[in-house]
């Protein structure tokens, strides 16, 4: 079985440019999240995803930030313009969703997009 | 919001040696999940707990959820060179909505053979 598919693995960017991360989940996995992993910390979950509708984008910094499943499948995540601060790697996941509208089960991660802000 | 703290941050010992890294939330916790990141690695799941004081094993890996639902541990017995990573607890508020899982900082697991 394929894994979640990430891409570019790394990314190296001027502070005030933009950039866009893909993800391609596992096949058949409904809900989608997005993360970014500051060094040395744990996750932080930007938004996820049910099918192609945002469940939680509570902790996305909104101003620069946005992110996009349209058909439900895979999904980008949108930097514009770049901060220092958002050097870090940003992860993306999918879990199998039982149907209830959203997902407590295992969720299986990206390989990541390493972003450094220069 | 959630808060999950987890202790040591790190956490340096022998091969052989057994390990244990605690996880506290400040709020009640619907589920808690742990997951590993080898060094340069993603996370990948090892187990989930859903239910007040469950205890369960994997090999050498014993895991708990707190009867009051807000704390949990894992425990590595006879810790091997393959164990070396960060070991990181995350839950789901016990709210009831779509809220998503919230990770601690993890605990770094270093070994000296």
């Known amino acids: 079985e394929a894994g979640v598919a990430q891409s570019p693995r790394y990314k190296i960017i001027e502070k005030r440019q933009s950039v866009a991360f893909w993800c391609n989940p596992i096949?058949?996995?409904?809900?989608l999240y997005w993360y970014q992993q500051i060094l040395g910390q744990g996750p932080k979950l930007l938004i996820q995803?049910?099918?192609?509708?945002?469940?939680?984008d509570s902790q996305l910094p909104k101003d620069r930030f946005s992110a996009e499943r349209l058909k439900g499948v895979d999904s980008t995540l949108k930097i514009q313009p770049a901060k220092l601060e958002d050097s870090a790697v940003y992860l993306c996941a999918s879990s199998f969703s039982s149907g209830r509208g959203y997902s407590y089960n295992e969720q299986f991660f990206g390989p990541g997009t390493r972003l450094t802000v220069l | 919001g959630q808060q999950v703290m987890q202790i040591p941050q790190y956490q340096h010992v022998q091969e052989g040696e057994d390990f244990t890294t605690y996880c506290n939330s400040s709020?009640?916790?619907?589920?808690i999940q742990w997951y590993k990141q080898r060094p340069g690695g993603h996370p990948v799941f090892l187990i989930q707990l859903v239910k007040s004081g469950e205890v369960k094993k994997q090999k050498r890996l014993t895991f708990q959820f707190g009867e009051a639902k807000k704390n949990s541990s894992l425990h590595i017995t006879a810790t091997q060179t393959t164990d070396v990573g960060t070991y990181f607890c995350?839950?789901?508020?016990?709210?009831?909505?779509?809220?998503?899982?919230?990770f601690g900082k993890g605990t770094h697991l270093i070994i000296q053979p």
């Open positions: 709020t009640t916790l619907s589920n």
């Open positions: 096949s058949g996995h409904a809900t």
């Open positions: 995350a839950g789901h508020g016990s709210g009831g909505g779509a809220d998503g899982l919230t």
């Open positions: 995803f049910q099918n192609n509708g945002v469940v939680d």
